[in-house]
Nanobody, 128 residues
């Protein structure tokens, strides 16, 4: 059973915007559950790095490079996690993954090792 499914990636030029979506299984990751969801980015040969996380109580965490440009949010009616990315830069290029865990707990929010469930990824390419 697919728990997480991303969409919304694409190729854009520097300064443009994209919104990524991650449809989550309501059976497992609805607002009724204590959970954390996050966005990660991976580039070839590197580990996935956390970009932003959202707890079910609404608290958010952002990687330094994402602060002020990216916004993580969730539509609880549709059970979709979003990542609004503005003023994109070439260094934002990579495969973006949605991740989730339940319960949220006090574990690190932007560490890939702390998330058991992952989507298949969506590619974002930003050209200069």
């Amino acid at each position: 059973q697919v728990q997480l499914a991303e969409s919304g990636g694409g190729s854009v030029q520097a300064g443009e915007s994209l919104r990524l979506s991650c449809e989550a299984s309501a059976y497992r990751y609805s607002e009724k559950h204590d959970n954390c969801m996050a966005w990660f980015r991976q580039t070839p040969g590197k580990k996935r790095e956390g970009i932003a996380s959202l707890e079910s109580d609404g608290d958010t965490n952002y990687r330094g490079s994402a602060k002020g440009r990216f916004t993580i949010s969730k539509d609880n009616d549709k059970n979709i996690l979003y990542l609004q990315m503005n003023d994109l830069k070439p260094e934002d290029t990579g495969m973006y993954y949605c991740a989730a865990r339940r319960p949220c707990g006090g574990l690190p929010f932007l560490d890939e090792d702390e998330y058991p469930d992952w989507g298949q990824g969506t590619q974002v390419t930003v050209s200069p």
